[in-house]
Each structure stands twice: as C-alpha cells, then as structure tokens.
C-alpha cells in the first residue's frame, strides 16, 4: 500500500481535538495530498526527524518529528553561510575580501581544508570550503572575520535564528563540533526551524553555485588542494544544486538537500540516520516519489519521457 502524506500551509494551529488525532502539530489548511510510492515505507523508520518541502509551491508535504530537537552537526554552517551572503548583500563585506587564518581557525578538528596560520585566502574560498567540503577551520575563519571573535560570531547566529522564528535552535559554535565543555550544549535545531533557515539560503543563487560544484580548489599549508563536495549527490543528480550534510556520532547523519526539476524547486531534510548510505538513498527516493506524484518524472530522466505519465 501507498504510504499517503498530507500537509499544508498557513501561519495558524488548529487545536480542535479531531485535527489533534489526525495530525498532531501540524497547521491546518489548504490541504494538499500526494501518493508516495511503497519504496518510501521504511523511510520514517529509518531517520529521527525529516520533511520534503514544496519551494515553488509553499507546501510542506510531509514531516516527522517536525518540532523535535536533535544536535544537527555541520548543518550549522547553513547559518554561517546565510548571514555572510546577508553581510555582502548590506555591502559590508565582499566575497574579495581578504581573510587572514587565526591559529584557533587551524585548532577545530573534524573535518577541514587544512590551512595555515597566518595564510591569506579569500571570503568565497572561505565560503566555498566550508559549505562544499564542511571546513571546520574555514567557518571558523568566516565567523571571526565577521564577528571578530567567534563568540561574538555566535551571537549573530543565534540572533538571526530568533529574526527567522526558529524558536526551537540554539548555537554553541560556529562549525556544529562537539562541545568540549559541558557547560554549553552542542548545537541543536529541528527539522522546521532548519527549513526557515534553507528557505532564506536558496534564494542566493550564487550560493547555489557554489554548492552544486563537485570539487573545488584552495590554497592550503601544502599547496593547491583540490577536495570534493561531502554532498555526493550534486555529481549524480544536475537537479540537486546543494545545500548541507552533517555528521556527528550525537547527531548521525544529517542533510538539507534542495533540487529543482522543471524549474519547481523542492527541499528535503533528514536529520539522525545511521547510515550515510542510507541518508543519501532516502533523500534521493523522497524526491523522487514526490516529482513523479506531480508529474515531473526522477532525478536524472528526461522530463519528455515522464510527461505524459499524469
């Protein structure tokens, strides 16, 4: 049997004891109703928290544990990147701009673009390295430049989250590493506060353009390093154009993917699942199920070919 998802979207809860049966924590109105393909069954089973969300549309399709926080690891430099495209949009900073690495930016660990102290890159060799290979030390090296101190940095992130209505967020760094100390928590969001934050981030089509590459290059402490994109997906599908994975062992993998087929733009995020593998295979069938129930045919296939489907 179709697994069937039904959701849609207004500013209001409906309270009333039926819709609280029915669908508990969802607003209630315009409703919009898909057949989802068996394939997608195990998909709730398998993931702590996740949606597919209709950006051409404004319809959140279907969701899980919606409201629930979950450490969400690198998914944390989605704030990172949104709030330095802001500052180049206000003209305070520009992508040209020159960056010195500090020697805390060399100390994050995790995963990084390994550059050096003292060593002068660009913001967009920043941005890129942090939102393409998930660089510790160049989110880092972004959030001090802008913030002057990371703290400082951090206090702008957590700023914009509350601007943006994610009540339910809280940042500790600016990278979405463990925090050492147990006095601060690791960083913590849900599946819907993080789909107000990508709503805002795929507006930046320059953005975009950097996230959909599947390598990049940097100059780092040996010499011209050419790294991969963490999401593997933009090499095997045109249509997916980004945005962010994450990986903790608290957080388990993690990613906010977005594509856009026929000019419809859609987003997916998935948020604790134990394989990285399996992350991938369940963003992949959730948007595949969801273009084919509107007509647009998979990811990969000539869109003339699937028509004539619906």
């Known amino acids: 049997p179709a697994m069937l998802f039904s959701w849609a979207e207004n500013g209001s809860w409906d309270n009333s004891s039926s819709a609280k049966e029915q669908h508990p924590q969802r607003r209630q109105h315009d409703y919009i109703n898909i057949e989802i393909d068996t394939a997608l069954a195990y998909a709730p089973s398998m993931i702590k928290a996740g949606l597919i ?94 913030g002057g101190t990371e703290e400082e940095f951090v206090m702008l992130m957590n700023e914009k989250a509350e601007d943006l209505g994610m009540d339910n967020t809280c940042f500790s760094n600016s990278t979405g590493m463990p925090m050492r100390s147990q006095e601060y928590a690791d960083n913590e969001s849900t599946a819907g506060d993080l789909l107000l934050l990508a709503r805002d981030l795929v507006k930046y089509e320059d953005l975009l353009d950097m996230t959909s590459k ?56 998935l948020l604790g699942v134990e394989s990285k593998r399996t992350r991938y295979n369940i963003a992949v069938n959730l948007f595949n199920n969801y273009y084919s129930s509107i007509g647009l045919g998979k990811l990969g296939e000539e869109f003339e070919e699937t028509a004539d489907a619906n």
């Open 53 to 146: 969300y209709d950006f051409s549309e404004n319809k959140l399709v279907w969701e899980k544990n919606l409201e629930e926080q979950f450490p969400i690891a690198s998914l944390t430099k989605m704030m990172v990147a949104l709030i330095t495209m802001e500052q180049i949009r206000a003209g305070k900073v520009n992508l040209s701009d020159t960056v010195t690495i500090s020697k805390e930016a060399t100390y994050t660990g995790g995963s990084r673009v390994y550059v050096r102290a003292g060593q002068e890159l660009s913001v967009s060799d920043l941005l890129q390295a942090a939102m393409i290979r998930s660089g510790n030390d160049a989110a880092y090296a972004l959030a001090e430049y802008i």
């Open 214 to 269: 599947s390598t990049e290059k940097i100059q780092n402490a040996n010499g011209l390093y050419t790294y991969s994109n963490r999401n593997t997906l933009v090499e095997k599908y045109a249509e997916i154009d980004g945005l962010k994975t994450g990986y903790t062992n608290a957080a388990k993998y993690c990613i906010v993917a977005t594509s856009k087929r026929c000019d419809h733009r859609v987003i997916t995020i």
